[in-house]
């Protein structure tokens, strides 16, 4: 088995027990048969850090395969992944009493969850620093026409979440937020792949 065998399968282990701590969480609900006190912004939340675990273990693919097995490239790999436990840890409440209020357990704890997952993005962005400067010295054009702008977008998208204060805009936002990773992830590769094609044509 080679370094990167070796620890996709421990780095898959950890983001599957965030994600297993997230679907334990709406199981409960449905157990509970609280299913109906299922606020949409808590929903919301559920589904972009869903699809946001899902599209950071696709990142690994292409990240992490000259990952070295010591604790100088763990890191922050390992620490993403706990960042991602965590704030799928919350995102349900876990008292009874608290799927009474889901709204209001949402607005006290939404700044906690979409911090760790602000944490996750720049830890992204550490085990991606091979690739970006790869992209900007072959690629520059793809550099800051593409990744510069979506992460920006994404990033500027969480911290407007973080503080704004109405429903209709979280809702608004977090429904942004799954649409910017599920489009690009859905076929990935495929809009870099487009930009790349016109900026360096063949």
Not at 78 to 90: K, T
Not at 155 to 165: C, D, F, P
Request: hydrophobic content about 55%; aromatic content about 14%; overall charge neutral.
């Amino acid at each position: 088995m080679d370094s990167f065998s070796y620890f996709i399968t421990f780095y898959s282990l950890i983001l599957g027990l965030a994600l297993t701590e997230l679907l334990g969480g709406f199981a409960y609900m449905v157990r509970a048969r609280k299913l109906r006190k299922l606020e949409p912004q808590t929903a919301l939340l559920a589904v972009f850090i869903l699809i946001d675990i899902c599209s950071t273990w696709i990142d690994g693919w292409l990240s992490l395969k000259s990952v070295t097995i010591d604790l100088a490239g763990l890191w922050a790999p390992v620490l993403l992944a706990i960042c991602f436990y965590l704030a799928a840890s919350v995102v349900f409440p876990h008292d009874d009493a608290d799927h009474e209020r889901l709204a209001d357990y949402y607005r006290e704890r939404k700044r906690f969850v979409i911090g760790l997952l602000l944490a996750v993005e720049m830890l992204i962005h550490v085990t991606y620093i091979d690739v970006f400067k790869d992209r900007l010295a072959h690629q520059p054009a793809l550099f800051w026409a593409w990744t510069v702008p979506y992460n920006i977008v994404i990033e500027g998208a969480m911290i407007a979440l973080m503080v704004m204060s109405s429903r209709r805009a979280n809702i608004l936002l977090l429904a942004a937020l799954i649409l910017l990773l599920t489009i690009p992830y859905w076929d990935q590769g495929s809009i870099q792949n487009a930009l790349a094609h016109h900026f360096y044509p063949k």
